[in-house]
């Protein structure tokens, strides 16, 4: 299962086994590796924090507690690999096992979501299409 931590006002954190796709459909097993992907859409090392979220204020003020739902299509799953592939100028599309944690420890689980990427989310850590405006 990935596991996602929510770090406040800061990135993503992912530990565990998925395959990632780039925005130019390059493929890479990360086998495990602890990732932190920039959900303040103004890193330089994109879709990598670099700590820019440090140079302004961004406030995250997540909410696992609501109800979520992705209603594109799911990624094709290798195995019951989960898959992660950053959309261009969009959010992470992930299909397959997930939880998020926030720093409350308050738990989402499910296998189908996209999170913000661009900063601008109203329903932060999920996409609600606000990078259709930012981009």
Same mark, same amino acid.
């Given at each position: 299962?990935?596991?996602?931590?929510?770090?406040?006002?800061?990135?993503?954190?992912?530990?565990?086994?998925?395959?990632?796709?780039?925005?130019?459909?390059?493929?890479?097993?990360?086998?495990?590796?602890?990732?932190?992907?920039?959900?303040?859409?103004?890193?330089?090392?994109?879709?990598?924090?670099?700590?820019?979220?440090?140079?302004?204020?961004?406030?995250?003020?997540?909410?696992?507690?609501?109800?979520?739902?992705?209603?594109?299509? @799911? /990624?094709? =799953?290798? *195995?019951?690999?989960?898959?992660?592939?950053?959309?261009?100028?969009?959010? !992470?599309?992930?299909? &397959? @096992? /997930?939880? =998020?944690? *926030?720093?409350?420890?308050?738990?989402?689980?499910?296998?189908?979501?996209? !999170?913000?990427?661009? &900063?601008?989310?109203?329903?932060?850590?999920?996409?609600?299409?606000?990078?259709?405006?930012?981009?």
């Amino acid at each position: 299962m990935l596991k996602i931590k929510l770090i406040a006002n800061g990135p993503f954190c992912f530990k565990g086994s998925f395959v990632y796709i780039d925005e130019q459909t390059v493929s890479r097993d990360t086998k495990g590796d602890s990732l932190a992907f920039c959900r303040c859409g103004r890193t330089n090392t994109a879709p990598f924090c670099d700590g820019s979220h440090q140079s302004f204020s961004f406030s995250t003020q997540d909410q696992l507690k609501r109800e979520y739902a992705v209603s594109n299509e @799911t /990624l094709n =799953l290798k *195995d019951g690999t989960t898959v992660v592939a950053a959309i261009e100028n969009g959010p !992470l599309h992930i299909s &397959g @096992t /997930l939880s =998020l944690v *926030d720093e409350k420890h308050t738990t989402w689980q499910g296998n189908h979501v996209k !999170l913000c990427r661009c &900063g601008s989310s109203k329903i932060k850590p999920f996409c609600d299409g606000a990078h259709k405006e930012v981009f």
